[in-house]
């Protein structure tokens, strides 16, 4: 063979040798993991050598945690109302705006009060010169009198006595012959006459007195009005719609602001006809809602008295006590616990890791850490409930952190 084509062939061995080392490579062993390329990473104390990390762990255990029903449905708020301005006028203030604090009594919003106190000194003048006509002072509180001690009353009482005293004298006459018959006639006439004015005069005092009366009224209602003017929360809440701005003039019955009583909240949920005869008023609720890993606790209070026939379904309400991560109209889930006595396997919370949507605990063997597949049924704050996975009496490791399968740990106390 000639000496160009055994250069050739050797150069090509060469290159051949180069990529199947290289193919070698990419085909090794070692890139084989359960963990994604994010935690290929060396880790200290890692595989079969090196320093053993110390963990605390905790054992898989039963616990009373009670049967439940699980449901979902609707949080909402304790009381809405719609706060509107009682009088007419022009809106003076608005102290609130959306997601405003308020408190019960508070003040949030006030028209313009010129007019209505005008209204109210016009009252007052009114009643001052009713309590005059009666013969009372016209400061004060005190409308009660004697019809008898008025100026009017008496005058005509004293008209009505001298035409009794005149009638009785010419009586005497006519009796002793004196005068004639008809002066007793005359006499009589007008002491009927002065009986009557008397009557009149009375009733003027009555009449005088109801008026009286109606003139109290009048400023209190005065009074009120100018009360109305301003807007008070009827409740702790806070401000879910601001209705009307300052300049405008608004109507009777007019919507100023919205607010919205979030502590406790009412859970609205539907429990299916299979689980109804379980669900009873008072027992307690555990809600979780999305994007929130707290748990909120409860009771029910209520409970629909039907079934409802379109979908079969029980309705129910809950107080939910809200410290203020939770808002109205979340959707949510709760787990109503039907029976306190029922239990479960759990584990400690801070013992489960989710990765990738994948539930896992770490498992201590022969002085290794061993990652385990669980599934997860209910949840606390404290522990969480494991349907399949592990046994109960295995140690599990809490808060693994990035503790990996096959490393080395040390138990603690």
Known sequence: MSSPVRILLK???????????????????????????SGQQKVPGAGGGGEARPVKVAHVEQMPVGASVNVTGTLAAQDVATLSIKVPGR?????????????????????EQQDYKLRVQQAEAALQQA???LGLQPQGDDDTFDPEVTGTVRQARAVLEEARQNRERVRALVESGVVARAEYEAADASFKVAQGKYQDAVEEIRNRQALLAQRRTELSLARQALADTVVVAPFDGLVQEKRASVGEYLGAAAPVVT??????????????????????????????????????SGRIVRL???I?????????????????????GGFARAEIVTNSGDVAVTVPANAVVTFAGIEKVI??????????????????ETWTEILSGINVGEAVVLDPGNLQSGQPVNVVE
């Open 259 to 296: 607010i919205v009583r979030v502590n406790p909240l009412r859970f609205r949920g539907e429990v299916p006809e299979r689980d109804a005869a379980t669900v009873r008023a008072g027992q307690p609720v555990r809600v979780t809602v999305e994007g929130d890993r707290g748990l909120y």
């Open 363 to 380: 498992t201590v063997e022969n002085g290794k850490a061993k990652e385990k597949p669980i599934t997860t049924g209910r949840r606390a």
């Open 308 to 328: 409802n026939q379109e979908n079969r379904v029980l309705v129910v309400e809950a107080e939910i006590a809200n410290p203020g991560g939770l808002r109205p």
């Open 131 to 133: 309590r005059a006509r």
């Open 304 to 306: 629909s008295p039907t």
């Open 11 to 37: 150069n090509f061995a060469q290159r051949s040798s180069v990529a199947a080392f290289a193919l070698m490579l990419l085909a090794s062993p070692a890139c084989k993991s359960e963990y994604p390329a």
């Open 91 to 111: 809106l003076s203030t608005v102290t609130v705006d959306l997601g405003s604090v308020v408190r019960r009594g508070q003040t949030v919003a006030q028209v």
